[in-house]
T-cell receptor
Framework: DTEVTQTPKHLVMGMTNKKSLKCEQH?????MYWYKQKAKKPPELMFV???????INESVPSRFSPECPNSSLLNLHLHALQPEDSALYLC?????????????????FGPGTRLTVL | GQNIDQPTEMTATEGAIVQINCTYQ??????LFWYQQHAGEAPTFLSY????GLEEKGRFSSFLSRSKGYSYLLLKELQMKDSASYLC????????????FGAGTRLFVKA
């Protein structure tokens, strides 16, 4: 099973709304990631959690707030977003390798949440 | 810094072979990945190279030359469903989990 699931599939929200994106994996992976992808652009890393601790924050604005309640779940809380935040938000997980020289570093992506901010 | 270059678009004919090149400059190197991404969908893993040489997996092969900072993805016996973006991604050796993605090459397979 190499499945990462994300909900919702689509989300439309106003600039004053608060919403959350959810991601789940049951592969026993210990590293989980949030990416943002605009049309025809590559995924841009936002956050990385390793063993449920925030490992990387790529200077993401505070209106995006990640949370890792347990090793299988990753949330992204959204508040006071801007229209330019509209994008595909991808979650990924990998088995975890601090040496980064193994196939276990392969990231498996979820189907993404298509977010539109009005 | 990090920089990854790929051609923006390529077109090939069904049944043919196509090679998608990727060059990179990174501060340290910890492996190179190729992902396939169909429009509106998530990237799916194709291959991983960390040592020089060719990795073959069915119709797809990936090659790496670390000394040249160069990789290619080779697709054989092209099928219409291979029309997608192909993303080259590099993991620089920062001791963390960062992966840098290239802009991707959009491949169009025509009949």
């Amino acid at each position: 099973d190499t499945e990462v699931t994300q909900t919702p599939k689509h989300l439309v929200m106003g600039m004053t709304n608060k919403k959350s994106l959810k991601c789940e994996q049951h592969m026993g992976h210990r590293a989980m990631y949030w990416y943002k992808q605009k049309a025809k652009k590559p995924p841009e890393l936002m956050f990385v959690y390793s063993y449920e601790k925030l490992s990387i924050n790529e200077s993401v604005p505070s209106r995006f707030s990640p949370e890792c309640p347990n090793s299988s779940l990753l949330n992204l809380h959204l508040h006071a977003l801007q229209p330019e935040d509209s994008a595909l938000y991808l979650c990924a997980s990998s088995q975890d390798s601090l040496l980064g020289q193994k196939l276990t570093d392969t990231q498996y992506f979820g189907p993404g949440t298509r977010l539109t901010v009005l | 810094g990090q920089n990854i270059d790929q051609p923006t678009e390529m077109t090939a004919t069904e049944g043919a072979i196509v090679q998608i090149n990727c060059t990179y400059q990174t501060s340290g190197f910890n492996g190179l990945f190729w992902y396939q991404q169909h429009a509106g969908e998530a990237p799916t893993f194709l291959s991983y190279n960390v040592l020089d040489g060719l990795e073959e997996k069915g119709r797809f092969s990936s090659f790496l030359s670390r000394s040249k900072g160069y990789s290619y993805l080779l697709l054989k016996e092209l099928q219409m469903k291979d029309s997608a973006s192909y993303l080259c991604a590099v993991r620089p050796y920062t001791g963390g989990f960062k992966t840098i993605f290239g802009a991707g090459t959009r491949l169009f397979v025509k009949a």
